[in-house]
């Protein structure tokens, strides 16, 4: 990954995310991530992201044996304001149990038990995101794949590939 890392293509790879970012991406390296699903039991495999515009959502596909399986959703904005770093400032979450239940997006004001999950959902999403921690160094960028850094974690590297 170092060496991926050193040959990056793209100049100022912060701006460069959300033109040459457009499309749904795939995680495919994430040692983090594989890490805390060892602990918890629970896969967590496939991570997406999809960006149209400014806008970004997140799906990442859960299963585990206690908690059976779902998709875990975000959405928001993605953004730079450096060279070498994008932002994300997610303002949505919600979660769809059961493999092939995936909603594109959180159906604001839904009436019944699926509108209320939706509310404590999202209302537990903002109060556990923390923008300090939506910070990432861009290390890698061309049109197929990127890397980029988690800083909390003594910068974590995360590869991602083009898939749409």
């Known amino acids: 990954m170092k060496a991926l890392i050193k040959e990056s293509p793209t100049a100022?790879?912060?701006?460069a995310t959300l033109r040459l970012g457009q499309g749904t991406w795939e995680v495919f390296y994430a040692p983090h991530i594989a890490s805390l699903s060892s602990t918890l039991g629970t896969r967590f495999h496939p991570i997406r992201y999809i960006l149209d515009g400014?806008?970004?959502?997140?799906?990442?596909?859960y299963s585990s044996s206690?908690?059976?399986?779902?998709?875990l959703s975000s959405s928001g904005r993605l953004f730079s304001n450096a060279a070498d770093t994008v932002e994300v400032a997610f303002d949505k979450f919600w979660?769809?149990?059961?493999s092939t239940k995936l909603r594109p997006t959180m159906l604001e004001g839904s009436a019944g038990m699926k509108g209320a999950v939706d509310t404590v959902v999202n209302s537990v999403g903002r109060m556990a995101f923390f923008p300090?921690?939506?910070?990432?160094?861009?290390?890698?960028?061309?049109?197929?794949?990127a890397v980029f850094s988690f800083p909390p974690l003594n910068d974590s590297l995360i590869a991602v590939r083009k898939v749409q």
Request: aromatic share 14%; proline share 8%.
């Open 54 to 61: 400014d806008q970004i959502v997140s799906n990442v596909f």
């Open 12 to 15: 100022d790879p912060g701006p």
């Open 95 to 98: 979660i769809d149990v059961g």
């Open 66 to 71: 206690l908690a059976q399986e779902g998709w």
């Open 132 to 145: 300090q921690f939506a910070v990432f160094p861009v290390k890698y960028l061309d049109d197929d794949m």
